[in-house]
């Protein structure tokens, strides 16, 4: 087996380890089964990348969309690892030759795929050095993102009990956590749970007044590249053409556009250092642009998780950056109402909790990364200095308005 610095080194072109990667990557290569919940941007990859280069055979890696499959193989392919995937864009029989010869560093396929008899005889005659499972959140009623599929994957992985599992999330709270680790038969000792602290990003979440006005106030003094989060296809489209009309670089993203359409104003963005991409929740996923100085919702996200996640999205670099939330008490009746209309009854109570938590985050007036991190089992400081409630403290602002008035 090839020491584990020296690969991170000679494939990866890194120096160090990033907080818990040596500690997950560690627990692989013993042969342990592992559950990593590491934020987004936190290089979740490497973790599986590296034990399937030192440890024989391939690496199995669940993941669920063909478009994030793809990102992977591509960027294994540029790090020279012998990467493919089996979804209905590939060539399956060239795949399972090069499987079945040993030619595979990485083979990617989908749940629904995983646990078909094509794939369990082709995996019992391939040798795999491990098993990952990307999103691992999916596995259970209680995540944000519930795949019936991933259900599934415990008989496969039970084929297989010796390879050692590593499954990963960016979001999973405590009973989230819980729920994976006895979906996947995974042991209570091998949770590894990274720090969600993003310090250099800065928090304020105001009540929506003038939805356009504030957008672009806050933008007019924000010159680096933004990412809008909009409730509709619509609304994206039409906040895209509010900011152009103030000389702002701005495009928009959805996924009722053309997938060329998409394509080329990601690669616009991605190239831009002042853009503001207007875009529903389909643009993100995948998008590795680290200098984002701005995320703004101009409405609520639909659970705290995806606000953690959306505005990770800002200052992946680690300099300064702010997510700006404008929100409004309609935006929690429209989502309460869809909630009980839409969801599925047996998921309401979760999406609930989900809900009154975002609620609890927006009224708090005390520290919101505090609330957040809370939220994600962590145990934070009272005040994080910077939140705009740490920064200004509600009742102090309440207090000078008193005073005003007087
Ligand atoms: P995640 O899946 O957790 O969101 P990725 O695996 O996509 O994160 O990695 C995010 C970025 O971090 C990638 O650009 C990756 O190359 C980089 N990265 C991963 N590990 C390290 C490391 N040890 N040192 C520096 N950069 C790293
Ligand atoms: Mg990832």
């Keep these: 087996m090839t020491d584990p610095h020296q690969l991170l080194k000679s494939v990866f072109g890194f120096d160090h380890f990033r907080g818990v990667q040596e500690e997950v990557v560690g627990r692989v290569l013993a042969g342990q089964h592992t559950l990593a919940v590491m934020p987004t941007g936190a290089g979740k990859s490497l973790c599986y990348q590296l034990p399937a280069l030192a440890r024989e055979g391939t690496a199995l890696v669940v993941s669920p969309l063909i478009a994030l499959m793809h990102d992977q193989i591509r960027s294994a392919d540029a790090l020279g690892i012998r990467a493919a995937s089996l979804t209905s864009a590939d060539d399956r029989q060239a795949v399972t030759a090069r499987a079945l ?36 959140h999916c596995v259970s009623e209680w995540g944000h993102d519930f795949r019936p599929d991933y259900r599934q994957l415990k008989s496969l992985l039970d084929d297989h009990a010796k390879v050692p599992r590593l499954a990963l999330t ?35 979440i105001r009540p929506r007044e003038q939805t356009g006005k ?30 152009t009309a103030t000389g702002r670089p701005a495009l928009a993203y959805h996924a009722g556009l053309a997938s060329e359409v998409r394509a080329r104003n990601q690669a616009a963005f991605v190239a831009s250092e002042e853009m503001a991409m207007a875009a529903t929740v389909a643009f993100g996923m995948g998008i590795d642009k680290p200098d984002v100085r701005t995320v703004a919702h101009v409405a609520i ?17 680690g300099e300064p950056a702010e997510a700006w939330l404008f929100w409004s008490a309609s935006d929690f009746a429209l989502a309460r109402q869809r909630l009980e209309e839409e969801c599925p009854p047996e998921r309401r109570e979760s999406e609930r909790e989900r809900l009154n938590a975002l609620a609890a985050l927006v009224e708090t007036p005390g520290c919101r990364r505090a609330v957040l991190l809370r939220h994600f089992g962590e145990d934070p400081p009272a005040s994080c200095g910077n939140c705009d409630n740490c920064l200004e403290p509600p009742a102090q602002l309440d207090a000078t308005e008193v005073a005003r008035k007087l």
């Design 101 to 136: 010869n040993g030619e595979l560093d990485l083979l990617y396929v989908a749940p629904e795929r995983a646990t078909t008899d094509y794939f369990r005889r082709l995996i019992e005659r391939t040798p795999l050095s491990l098993i990952a499972i990307d999103e691992a």
């Design 301 to 317: 996200p639909k659970s705290i998780e995806s606000y953690y996640q959306e505005t990770g999205r800002a200052g992946r670099d």
């Design 170 to 204: 960016a979001t999973a709270d405590r009973r989230t956590r819980a729920d994976i680790l006895q979906q996947l038969g995974l042991p209570g000792d091998g949770l590894i749970v990274a720090g969600f602290d993003r310090p250099n990003i800065r928090y304020v």
């Design 214 to 243: 504030q957008l672009k106030d806050l933008l007019r003094d924000r010159p680096g590249p933004a990412i809008v989060y909009t409730p509709s296809r619509d609304k994206a489209e039409r906040t895209a053409e509010a900011l």
